[in-house]
């Protein structure tokens, strides 16, 4: 099967630099959205047609083919002189002997199952177009019928007020036999009131030509509504969240407000996970058995172990929280953290490409960076691995069962010997010895006859 996704508008409505099939939707472009749909249909031959933002809808198009997958062709329409016009600039790659299934980059949440019910009432031999029933059809080209069969779609602009009144709408996706495409793209007229090749008018030529015109609809209307505007993106987005949580709740996670949850990529739950009001997930995310996510976090890229408690407010990116974990609240884990089985990462606690070996803890108001922690360490309150400086990065070391005291400071590259306890305020420049104490502070002196400034009177 051939897919050619129309992607060439310049979306003067979403009032932006950015082209229209580029902006974002759960994380993603509307155009890699759709994309993703056709390579899921395995599709051998897959087609973009870009104009508007030529440039930016490239290095998308170019990234999404490093990823892998079936290869991505592009083809430049110049200028943009309708639906029609844009099939025809895919035909050069295009194989003749399958069907081709034309869909749209700004309509992002076609399901698969739809286009797939769409290929197989089309098959080798029919044109194939997904229709939607609509109560207020208005904008949108309607199907008409002759005793029940399709004849023809007519626009908005070019309908009679009967045919206006049809409900039945085209939401422009079809499958076209290609061996037929090329004649019917090349009898194309556009003495129509936009003066554009309108690829509908190829379903008279169709009946015209005895090539049975049938339908599917899709599960739902959503599944075909477009992107014009930053408001209808709006919609869209909430649909999509609303389907997310929908399929999570009936996976067994428990969310305590369904419409008060972002996913933007993939999120991964075991059982009786719980998820807070407010979190944003990005990328892929896991979260194992019996793990619960308190309000307002942000998770990305990230594995939360079974059993952990991830409190409120905390940024986990790039890293991975062991089981029975607790952390936070206003903790931040940054890419590289790897925690073992138990640890405690406190409120405004730091760590930074740091490993963690169980039953450690970092309680409150410390960076712990570029760093080796071992098993049963404690992490006083203002603590600071001092790994950067201002050029090099260095890693400190702290094995297991030491006990780093208050305000210290570690000078990387230093290791802290094993059972050792650092002093608080202690600014270690030299390892620490194990099992032992190690202190560094000035000598406390009281001064004998100082008395406070006083603000003298003006």
Request: charged share 20%.
């Amino acid at each position: 099967m051939n897919v050619v996704i129309l992607a060439a508008g310049m979306g003067k409505r979403m009032q932006s630099a950015l082209p229209k099939v580029l902006h974002p939707l759960a994380g993603q472009a509307l155009l890699q959205h759709v994309v993703n749909t056709a390579r899921a249909l395995a599709a051998h031959k897959l087609c973009v047609i870009y104009g508007h933002g030529g440039e930016l809808v490239k290095q998308a198009v170019a990234g999404w083919n490093a990823e892998g997958g079936v290869p991505i062709d592009l083809a430049l329409q110049e200028p943009q002189l309708g639906t029609g016009h844009a099939v025809m600039q895919a035909l050069p790659y295009l194989d003749p002997a399958v069907p081709t299934l034309v869909l749209y980059g700004d309509v992002p949440l076609t399901s698969a199952a739809s286009l797939r019910a769409l290929i197989a009432a089309a098959g080798d031999d029919k044109l194939g177009i997904l229709t939607v029933n609509f109560d207020n059809p208005f904008g949108l080209g309607r199907i008409v019928r002759e005793h029940g069969r399709i004849v023809r779609i007519v626009e908005e602009k070019d309908a009679t007020d009967a045919e206006r009144a049809i409900t039945e709408i085209n939401s422009g996706i079809m499958v076209i036999p290609t061996r037929h495409l090329q004649a019917w793209l090349g009898a194309l007229k556009n003495n129509n009131q936009q003066q554009e090749y309108y690829l509908t008018d190829i379903v008279a030529q169709a009946v015209a030509a005895g090539v049975p015109v049938v339908s599917a609809h899709p599960g739902a209307a959503w599944e075909v509504a477009g992107v014009n505007s930053k408001v209808q993106l709006a919609e869209l987005e909430r649909q999509h969240q609303a389907n997310v949580a929908r399929k999570l709740l009936e996976q067994g996670v428990t969310l305590l407000d369904p419409a008060r949850i972002d996913v933007r990529g993939e999120l991964v739950c075991g059982c009786d996970v719980t998820i807070d009001v407010g979190c944003v997930f990005e990328g892929k995310v896991v979260i194992e058995d019996g793990a619960h996510i308190g309000p307002h976090c942000v998770i990305v890229n990230a594995r939360i172990g079974a059993g952990a408690q991830i409190k409120a407010l905390c940024h986990i990116e790039d890293a991975v929280v062991g089981p029975a974990g607790q952390i936070g609240p206003y903790a931040r884990l940054r890419p590289g953290t790897v925690l073992a089985e138990d640890v405690h990462i406190g409120n405004f606690v730091e760590l930074k490409n740091a490993q963690v070996a169980a039953h450690s803890k970092a309680n409150h108001l410390a960076y712990v960076g570029d760093a080796t922690v071992g098993s049963k360490v404690n992490i006083g309150a203002g603590t600071i691995t001092c790994n950067y400086d201002g050029a090099n990065k260095f890693r400190t070391v702290i094995e297991d069962e030491a006990f780093i005291g208050s305000d210290s400071q570690l000078v990387a590259p230093v290791t802290v010997g094993k059972g050792a306890t650092l002093g608080a305020g202690t600014t270690l420049t030299k390892d620490a010895p194990a099992g032992k104490l190690t202190i560094s502070r000035p000598k406390q002196m009281t001064i004998e006859g100082w008395t406070r400034p006083v603000k003298q009177k003006k």
